[in-house]
């Protein structure tokens, strides 16, 4: 029903940018919240950045100032800017978007995307 696909993921220098994508497709009605979350093996995963439909955002303070997150709604897509990328940053980076469905109207779902490894190399 619906598919939740990222791309940017990838290997960059300490300091480098990396801009992520996540694109929602299928029998969507609306997506109430798009948020960003990254987990490493061993430890929980965590909020990065969330987006709400008239994009009200909030942040993670280890993260605050250096990544942005944003959404094109016409494209259901949201996108993570990540600035002066750090060691400590290195995850998987997964994409979680709300969605209220066409044949579902009154119940919003979470769906994930698959997961993007970002490294950042010292």
């Known amino acids: 029903q619906v598919e939740v696909v990222e791309s940017g993921g990838g290997l960059v220098q300490a300091g480098g940018s990396l801009k992520l994508s996540c694109a929602a497709s299928?029998?969507?009605?609306?997506?109430?919240?798009m948020g960003w979350y990254r987990q490493v093996p061993g430890k929980e995963r965590e909020l990065v950045a969330q987006?709400?439909?008239?994009?009200?955002?909030n942040v993670a303070d280890s993260v605050n100032g250096r990544f942005t997150i944003s959404r094109d709604n016409a494209k259901n897509t949201a996108y993570l800017q990540m600035n002066g990328l750090k060691p400590e940053d290195t995850a998987v980076y997964y994409c979680?978007?709300?969605?209220?469905?066409?044949?579902?109207?009154?119940?919003?779902?979470?769906?994930w995307g698959q997961g993007t490894q970002v490294t950042v190399s010292s």
């Open positions: 299928g029998s969507i009605f609306a997506i109430n919240a």
């Open positions: 979680a978007c709300d969605v209220r469905r066409f044949h579902s109207y009154d119940n919003i779902f979470r769906y």
């Open positions: 987006i709400t439909s008239g994009g009200g955002t």
